[in-house]
C-alpha cells in the first residue's frame, strides 16, 4: 500500500482562515510513504512542518524531497521541519535553479537578515541534488523528473512504487492561445494511478491572469483526460478561494471528466491520506 498525504495544498501564500478550514491554508507539500521504504516529500510549502509532527517512525529522518521550483510557496517550510534538526537526520532535496545551482539558491534565502538560520546550522544532513529531464531511484521507487511550462525552471514529478504511479504537477501554465498540453507533461501523467495537478484559476480569473503560471479546473482534468491517468487531484488552490468555491469547481470538474478515463476527482485537502494499491480504488482517510 502507498499513501499519499496532502499537508499543504495551497499556491502563492498561506492562508488559513474560517473560510478555508475544510481544505486547508498551508502551502504545497505532500508525502509518498511506503512500508519498509525511506519517504518522498513533493515540494517544501508550509506544510512541511505538519509532515513533520505527524511522523511517528522513531530515529533520525531520511527522506527525498522532490522541489518543483523555487518561488517562496514551494520552499519556505524547511526551516520549520523539526525532523531535520536532529543528529543522524539526512534530507535529500532535489530540484533546479535557473539562476545558479540549487543549494546557492537555498543558501540565499534561509540566510540572515532574511532568516536567522542557515541550511548548514540544521543538526541534520542536508543534501541539495540539481536535476532536470532525468531518472533516477530511492530505494524501491522510481523518480522521472521532466520539465514544466511555468513561469522560470520548473520540474514535474512521476513517482513509480510498489505498482503505483504518482504525478506531480503543482504548477503549470495553461497555453493561453489554446494550444497543445506539452509533451513532457503528458508523459508523466500518463496512466497514472493518481495525478496531483494544478487547478487554481476559474474561467474568469484565467482570463485576468494568463501569463501568471497556473491554469484552469477544466485544463487540469483535459490533463489528465489525455494522458488516461485514473484519479485526479485538484492542487494548489487560490488563496481566495474558500471552502465553498472549492466545493463548486470539484462539481464541475466531475462534469468535465464524465466520458474520460477518470474514474474519481478530488479536491486536495489538507489531512487527507489517499490509499493506493495496483488495481485497486482508492481510499481516502482523514488523518
Known amino acids: 500500500m502507498v499513501n499519499v498525504t496532502f499537508w499543504g495544498v495551497r499556491g502563492s501564500t498561506p492562508c488559513p482562515c474560517e473560510a478555508n478550514k475544510r481544505y486547508g491554508g498551508n502551502t504545497a507539500c505532500v508525502s509518498v510513504e511506503a512500508a519498509g521504504q525511506d519517504p ?113 525552471a520548473t520540474n514535474g514529478y512521476r513517482v513509480e512504487l510498489d505498482g503505483v504511479v504518482i504525478a506531480y504537477v503543482s504548477d503549470h501554465q495553461q497555453p493561453a492561445d489554446g494550444g497543445p498540453i506539452a509533451a513532457s507533461v503528458l508523459e508523466l501523467c500518463e496512466g497514472a494511478d493518481l495525478v496531483i495537478h494544478d487547478a487554481q484559476y476559474e474561467p474568469h480569473e484565467f482570463a485576468m491572469k494568463s501569463d501568471w503560471g497556473h491554469c484552469t479546473v477544466e485544463f487540469a482534468v483535459e490533463v489528465a483526460a489525455q494522458a488516461g491517468a485514473k484519479r485526479l487531484a485538484l492542487f494548489h488552490h487560490d488563496p481566495s478561494h474558500g471552502d465553498a468555491t472549492i466545493d463548486r469547481l470539484l462539481a464541475e470538474a466531475r462534469a468535465f471528466a464524465e466520458g474520460t478515463s477518470l474514474v474519481e476527482v478530488m479536491a486536495a485537502a489538507e489531512g487527507t ?13 482523514t488523518a
Open 273 to 285: 491520506t489517499v490509499s493506493l494499491s495496483p488495481a485497486s480504488a482508492p481510499t481516502p482517510v
Open 40 to 152: 518522498i516529500v513533493f515540494d517544501l510549502g508550509t506544510g512541511l512542518r505538519f509532515f513533520g509532527e505527524n511522523l511517528t517512525a522513531p530515529g533520525p529522518f531520511h527522506g527525498l524531497a522532490l522541489v518543483t521550483h523555487l518561488h517562496w510557496d514551494h520552499i519556505q517550510g524547511l526551516p520549520f521541519f523539526v525532523p531535520i534538526n536532529q543528529p543522524g537526520s539526512r534530507l535529500t532535496v532535489c530540484g533546479r535553479n535557473d539562476e545558479g545551482s540549487l543549494q546557492e539558491a537555498f543558501e540565499e534565502f534561509m540566510r540572515p537578515p532574511y532568516f536567522p538560520v542557515r541550511p548548514s546550522d540544521l543538526r541534520g544532513e542536508i543534501t541539495f541534488r540539481d536535476v532536470e529531464s532525468t531518472s533516477f531511484d530511492w530505494g524501491r521507487a522510481n523518480v522521472a523528473v521532466r520539465d514544466v511550462p511555468h513561469t522560470g
